[in-house]
């Protein structure tokens, strides 16, 4: 694969549109300029284009930092929901292998 090419699925690609195209609305409402957002974000401002138009090549803690910037939330703005969400996930996490290990597969004998 050429490099910088990034292999999206259409799910992704939606959800970067979608997200995409959330930062961009709330960074008109603020009437920030393309230069005035790259700046706070410590980024170009050819990336800022590029991520306010879904690009998958932008860092994704480029699009967080830029929702966070905005006032675009990433999760449910409930705290306490979002508290009790991240404790049950890390409980979760918790109950499940730390690593997963590629097994060889045994040979099912299937001839009866």
């Known amino acids: 694969m050429p490099k910088g090419l990034i292999q999206t699925g259409t799910v992704a690609k939606a959800a970067l549109a979608h997200f995409a195209a ?3 609305v709330r960074r008109k409402e603020k009437g920030l300029t393309l230069d005035e957002l790259a700046d706070r974000l410590g980024a170009s ?3 800022v284009r590029k991520m306010l138009g879904g690009a998958p090549t932008v860092a994704i803690g480029t ?5 966070h910037i905005l006032g ?3 999760f449910d703005p409930d705290s306490d929901r979002f508290a009790a969400t ?3 996930t ?3 996490d918790s109950l499940l292998p730390k690593r997963i290990v590629n097994r060889e597969e045994e040979e099912v004998d ?3």
Request: net charge negative; charged share 25%; proline share 9%.
């Open 110 to 112: 299937d001839d009866f």
């Open 22 to 24: 959330l930062l961009r």
């Open 86 to 88: 991240a404790s049950r």
């Open 63 to 67: 699009y967080f930092e830029a929702a």
């Open 72 to 74: 675009v939330p990433l």
């Open 90 to 92: 890390a409980e979760i």
């Open 45 to 47: 401002t050819p990336t």
